[in-house]
């Protein structure tokens, strides 16, 4: 194996002997061979195609691929079959995950069209789904684009809700943007032999691993914690190797590949996922409390488990807030290393019908943050200040309570 290459169909000969932790496991899965390879950091590979002067073997691993979409072994073919920089973030993402394998592809919308696709390649085009969701996901399965039927349903409704034709059951746990959440170990229960999918984009692999608790796929839009700095787009299925080797089999086809830049970032980040996770949960746990107490505020979400993710509901206008913000980037996505906070109402949900979206508990009076690294104080002096500030002008007290009073 050259400097940069990686054969992934290898990389039991580089798995640890023991079990390790997950604050190791994200500094090292993906490169444990770098040490044999002679080298420190992890290569970058960005070849589109690969030579070969033997035609013969270049057929009958494309027809193996075919088969089976497994990995083809020996070197890399083609840039949109396979590439040696991605396959190192899929194999640390599935190490962490506690899955066989992991797919990546150009976004997490992109992850979750080739789950649906593979899906109703086999016939089964229903899916039982629990809003919140993610709008776009929610979008995608609504509107049938792909040819998909959805029964929407609360958590105790899942079993009825199976049909003959259902291929998947999806849930995203701590939810977006209202932070609900469900017991997947119930869940999985209730879905019989469907598989579970899990969007854990809020947790991560810090927080849950859906597989330990009966999920069959775990959806990670990795354009947010897992790359971390806000500078990359990327989606990722962990999952068992035979359902990746059909998710292979659709990103091959459709294209929706992963740019091997981003999965350099995605690598890197994922060596601090762990740190940064922390860190930004014990502020977004601070900030919860204080929000909690605050008079200006009608209800705080924030999830059991923890997390960067804070939702809450104010008595004033949460488009004042927005413009008031200075420290506080007000910007759609999440988890980057600075705060982020946005009105879901108008943005991440606006595609979400209404009455759905206010009957899965996102109201126009909702704002969503993602709490950054910056320190805790700064953030809270930000956020009260824009919290009391009206367009033009300060806001008095007697005013925030009588909004408060007339919302009641």
């Given at each position: 194996?050259?400097?940069?290459?990686?054969?992934?169909?290898?990389?039991?000969?580089?798995?640890?002997?023991?079990?390790?932790?997950?604050?190791?496991?994200?500094?090292?899965?993906?490169?444990?061979?770098?040490?044999?390879?002679?080298?420190?950091?992890?290569?970058?590979?960005?070849?589109?195609?690969?030579?070969?002067?033997?035609?013969?073997?270049?057929?009958?691993?494309?027809?193996?691929?075919?088969?089976?979409?497994?990995?083809?072994?020996?070197?890399?073919?083609?840039?949109?079959?396979?590439?040696?920089?991605?396959?190192?973030?899929?194999?640390?993402?599935?190490?962490?995950?506690?899955?066989?394998?992991?797919?990546?592809?150009?976004?997490?919308?992109?992850?979750?069209?080739?789950?649906?696709?593979?899906?109703?390649?086999?016939?089964?085009?229903?899916?039982?789904?629990?809003?919140?969701?993610?709008?776009?996901?929610?979008?995608?399965?609504?509107?049938?684009?792909?040819?998909?039927?959805?029964?929407?349903?609360?958590?105790?409704?899942?079993?009825?809700?199976?049909?003959?034709?259902?291929?998947?059951?999806?849930?995203?746990?701590?939810?977006?943007?209202?932070?609900?959440?469900?017991?997947?170990?119930?869940?999985?229960?209730?879905?019989?032999?469907?598989?579970?999918?899990?969007?854990?984009?809020?947790?991560?692999?810090?927080?849950?691993?859906?597989?330990?608790?009966?999920?069959?796929?775990?959806?990670?839009?990795?354009?947010k914690y897992l790359g971390g700095h806000g500078d990359v787009l990327a989606g990722v299925v962990a999952c068992d190797e035979e359902f990746a080797g059909k998710l292979r089999q659709v990103r091959f086809a459709t294209g929706g590949v992963l740019h091997p830049l981003a999965s350099y970032l995605l690598l890197r980040g994922l060596s601090t996922l762990p740190v940064r996770m922390r860190a930004a949960s014990a502020s977004a746990a601070e900030l919860a409390r204080r929000l909690s107490a605050d008079p200006r505020i009608a209800r705080v979400h924030y999830p059991e488990i923890g997390g960067a993710m804070v939702s809450f509901e104010v008595y004033g206008d949460p488009h004042d807030v927005i413009a008031g913000v200075r420290l506080i980037?007000?910007?759609?996505?999440?988890?980057?290393?600075?705060?982020?906070?946005?009105?879901?109402?108008?943005?991440?949900?606006?595609?979400?019908?209404?009455?759905?979206?206010?009957?899965?508990?996102?109201?126009?009076?909702?704002?969503?943050?993602?709490?950054?690294?910056?320190?805790?104080?700064?953030?809270?002096?930000?956020?009260?200040?824009?919290?009391?500030?009206?367009?033009?002008?300060?806001?008095?007290?007697?005013?925030?309570?009588?909004?408060?009073?007339?919302?009641?």
């Amino acid at each position: 194996m050259d400097a940069l290459s990686y054969d992934a169909s290898h990389d039991a000969s580089f798995a640890p002997a023991t079990p390790r932790a997950l604050a190791t496991e994200a500094v090292h899965a993906g490169r444990d061979d770098l040490a044999a390879l002679g080298l420190h950091a992890v290569p970058l590979d960005l070849s589109t195609t690969y030579p070969s002067h033997d035609a013969r073997a270049e057929a009958e691993r494309i027809d193996a691929f075919a088969t089976t979409g497994a990995r083809p072994e020996g070197p890399p073919v083609y840039a949109r079959l396979d590439n040696p920089t991605t396959a190192r973030f899929e194999t640390a993402l599935a190490r962490l995950e506690g899955t066989e394998s992991a797919v990546a592809f150009a976004s997490g919308m992109a992850a979750l069209t080739a789950v649906l696709l593979v899906r109703a390649s086999m016939g089964l085009r229903h899916v039982v789904a629990v809003r919140p969701l993610y709008g776009c996901s929610d979008h995608l399965l609504t509107a049938g684009l792909l040819g998909t039927e959805v029964t929407w349903t609360d958590v105790a409704g899942i079993a009825d809700a199976i049909r003959p034709d259902t291929g998947l059951v999806m849930v995203e746990t701590p939810a977006n943007p209202t932070l609900a959440e469900v017991d997947i170990r119930a869940v999985a229960r209730a879905c019989g032999s469907v598989p579970l999918l899990v969007d854990s984009t809020f947790a991560t692999p810090v927080l849950q691993r859906p597989v330990e608790h009966g999920a069959r796929i775990v959806l990670h839009s990795a354009t947010k914690y897992l790359g971390g700095h806000g500078d990359v787009l990327a989606g990722v299925v962990a999952c068992d190797e035979e359902f990746a080797g059909k998710l292979r089999q659709v990103r091959f086809a459709t294209g929706g590949v992963l740019h091997p830049l981003a999965s350099y970032l995605l690598l890197r980040g994922l060596s601090t996922l762990p740190v940064r996770m922390r860190a930004a949960s014990a502020s977004a746990a601070e900030l919860a409390r204080r929000l909690s107490a605050d008079p200006r505020i009608a209800r705080v979400h924030y999830p059991e488990i923890g997390g960067a993710m804070v939702s809450f509901e104010v008595y004033g206008d949460p488009h004042d807030v927005i413009a008031g913000v200075r420290l506080i980037t007000p910007a759609v996505s999440l988890g980057s290393v600075d705060t982020l906070i946005q009105h879901p109402a108008s943005i991440s949900h606006r595609i979400v019908d209404e009455d759905d979206r206010r009957s899965a508990g996102v109201s126009d009076r909702l704002l969503r943050m993602s709490v950054g690294l910056e320190d805790v104080e700064d953030l809270w002096r930000d956020l009260t200040e824009a919290l009391s500030a009206r367009p033009g002008r300060p806001a008095a007290e007697g005013a925030v309570r009588e909004s408060r009073s007339a919302v009641r």
